[in-house]
């Protein structure tokens, strides 16, 4: 939808002229445009003849909210607006659906380019203090967008600029310039723009859909796709080609949908992909994918482990053997891992040590000598540092990128490769170790939804991590995307995730709301575990940088809400593992809402989950301290971790 000063004066004249109980008239073929786009929105309809338009349902109570919001003196006068001001717009819809999924509340980022546009103000509550929130005419706006069903109708110049244009995202001034082609793709919803200055732009999950299908048609009259055509595309589909006339079956021929048996072609399976959007409006949830540069480095050595393993059997990547790897290498070749230990250290010390750290960097010669420095008494160096590979392989895990299996041979737990780590190491192959951030991969994921658009920050981040490149997402741009919505999914929380989580309600909070709730020194550490949490598909962080749980992730919060925060791993992928072996050899109650295991069946357990006994019992401690299991039964929490899994990876 898009509603500029043109847009809106013909709206008013189309009112002005119903009042008399006219049809409006275009005289001019330069006016005609903006109507054109108007009834592509399902705000105008045409009359009795091509240059009548008058209101639709949905038109007319756009006008009279418009003629209101003038009247109280919430915008002014179309007349008096900057030609290219948007008043509405695919940015204006996005924000304000950002703010009704943050509890009406728009946050800092929005609040200004919705007040400017009569959408937003400032509200008292008594007890609470002042908020920023969108009013009722926001809500009715949408409203309006969620039922106007625009049309749908490609001409063959307009295909050729679909065609031949970036799919996005990428900055709004790489937007190939053709008149009034961009205006006419944001009216059918084929295009949207980053919230809140519309710095980047891309196709839709629509928009994507029709230049696919019109890359394999052939334009073979001047209309190249309309409803026509899909609907006799559906005719075929339900009855064959007999239920065509003569003129559909050459339409659907000559346009390359069809052979002249009625067999779809790819063209035509394009074009049922499009008509399913369009008809149904059904978009895939927005996920991601997220990795760290210690995760990247485990999973090289996790490879090269497995190489010294050709040559003495003896030797597997148990979690003591990685960490051996990783001491090996002199600390040099970890200068990209410096950033990263020093928020492992300030997430475990509680204060700032950055400084400090760069000064050891150049002094130190292994990561042995580091650990050493920070954790001098005892032994207790090489168990923090354990503990951090161990959250890391746990991270690798949680994202299907490997997984810990029990080794028959030594009768230990070791780590493999899944398909998708080995589609990872590749990648890291290629282009090097760097972090890929779940906001990065949001930023191509994100395009996919019915006006999604990644905010600038996030686009920023996809072109320095090498996955948005000239107007398209890349070749690792795409695994990333891919991975975000092909990996099985397993909930994995570290101590400082968790004290994060603990923090965030169902909604109605930002990120910036969040900082304040640590030191100021640990802001960099809690974007992190934003990063991880929401690349486990546990929280979503909108374009207006609200924070919202998704509905995996309410009940993973819920299940840990007594779990005290001291815990190193509270939840990870062996133990769900082991939660879910549990539940497939207990008895389920459901009046107690409790699985019971008898005790004969603890070593099947044991032999589903996949783990050593060694592993199994450890995991198993850590479950009764943290209240997921008793003695013989997993407790409710346990369960809701479980349908959190199921809801994960839906």
Not at 65 to 70: A, Y
Not at 436 to 461: C, D, H, L, R
Not at 616 to 621: C, L, R, T, Y
Request: proline letters at 4%.
């Amino acid at each position: 939808m898009i509603i500029r000063k043109e847009h809106a004066l013909a709206l008013l004249n189309a009112k002005s002229q119903e009042e008399k109980g006219l049809a409006c008239q275009i005289r001019v073929k330069a006016e005609e445009e903006p109507y054109v786009e108007l009834e592509l929105q399902n705000l105008l309809e045409q009359g009795s003849s091509p240059i009548e338009f008058t209101l639709t349902y949905w038109g007319r109570n756009l006008v009279y909210l418009m003629e209101e919001m003038i009247q109280k003196g919430l915008i002014k006068h179309p007349s008096e607006w900057d030609e290219r001001f948007r008043w509405i717009g695919s940015e204006v819809i996005a924000m304000i659906e950002a703010s009704i999924r943050s509890g009406d509340l728009t946050g800092e980022e929005i609040f200004d380019a919705l007040k400017e546009r009569g959408f937003a103000e400032e509200v008292h509550e008594e007890k609470k203090g002042w908020f920023k929130k969108i009013n009722d005419y926001a809500k009715a706006v949408y409203e309006i967008y969620q039922n106007a069903k625009p049309r749908l109708e490609i001409s063959k110049e307009l295909a050729s600029y679909i065609t031949g244009m970036p799919t996005g995202p990428a900055e709004t001034k790489m937007l190939p310039e053709h008149g009034r082609f961009p205006l006419l793709l944001e009216s059918m919803r084929l295009i949207s723009f980053s919230v809140p200055n519309s710095d980047v732009y891309t196709l839709s999950g629509l928009g994507q859909a029709v230049q696919k299908a019109l890359q394999t048609m052939a334009p073979a009259y001047e209309t190249v796709i309309n409803e026509d055509y899909m609907y006799s595309l559906l005719k075929v589909l339900d009855s064959g080609i007999e239920a065509l006339s003569e003129q559909e079956k050459e339409i659907l021929e000559s346009l390359a949908l069809i052979d002249d048996e009625g067999e779809l072609l790819p063209a035509g399976e394009a074009l049922l992909e499009v008509y399913k959007l369009w008809s149904e409006k059904i978009y895939r949830p927005v996920k991601t994918f997220n990795l760290e540069t210690l995760d990247e480095e485990l999973l090289i050595g996790i490879e090269k482990v497995w190489e010294k393993h050709k040559e003495n059997p003896e030797i597997v990547p148990t979690d003591e053997e990685i960490v051996h790897f990783l001491l090996e290498k002199p600390l040099k070749e970890y200068k990209h891992l410096k950033e990263y230990y020093g928020r492992m250290l300030n997430q475990a010390m509680g204060y700032q040590k950055k400084e400090e750290l760069n000064k050891k960097w150049s002094e130190l010669k292994n990561i042995e000598e580091l650990f050493k420095h920070f954790w001098e008494k005892g032994n207790e160096w090489y168990e923090k540092l354990f503990d951090t590979i161990k959250e890391s392989l746990y991270s690798l895990e949680a994202f299907n990128l490997i997984k810990a299996e029990l080794d028959e041979k030594t009768g230990k737990t070791v780590y493999k490769f899944t398909k998708h780590g080995i589609e990872v190491l590749k990648d890291i192959k290629e282009r090097g170790v760097r972090e890929i951030k779940s906001t990065a991969v949001k930023a191509i994921s994100i395009t996919k939804t019915q006006f999604g658009v990644p905010n600038y920050e996030w686009y920023e981040e996809a072109v320095n991590e090498h996955l948005v490149g000239g107007g398209y997402p890349t070749k690792a741009g795409q695994l990333y995307e891919n991975l975000a919505y092909n990996i099985y999914r397993l909930p994995h929380l570290t101590r400082f995730e968790l004290m994060v989580l603990h923090k965030i309600p169902e909604y109605g909070m930002f990120l910036n709301d969040l900082f304040k709730e640590f030191d100021e020194t640990l802001k960099e550490e809690v974007q992190y575990a934003v990063n991880k949490l929401e690349a486990r598909y546990i929280l979503d962080v909108l374009p207006n940088k609200a924070i919202v749980l998704t509905e995996a992730g309410k009940l993973i919060k819920k299940a840990l809400s007594g779990v005290p925060e001291g815990i190193a791993n509270p939840i990870n992928p062996v133990l769900v593992r082991i939660l879910q072996a549990i539940k497939e050899v207990g008895n389920l109650y459901v009046k107690e809402r409790k699985v019971r295991i008898l005790p004969k069946n603890w070593e099947e357990a044991i032999k589903k989950s996949g783990v050593d006994k060694e592993t199994f019992e450890k995991e198993i401690a850590v479950a009764r301290l943290a209240g997921y299991i008793g003695k013989t039964s997993l407790h409710e929490s346990a369960l809701e971790i479980l349908e959190a899994v199921e809801l994960m990876n839906q």
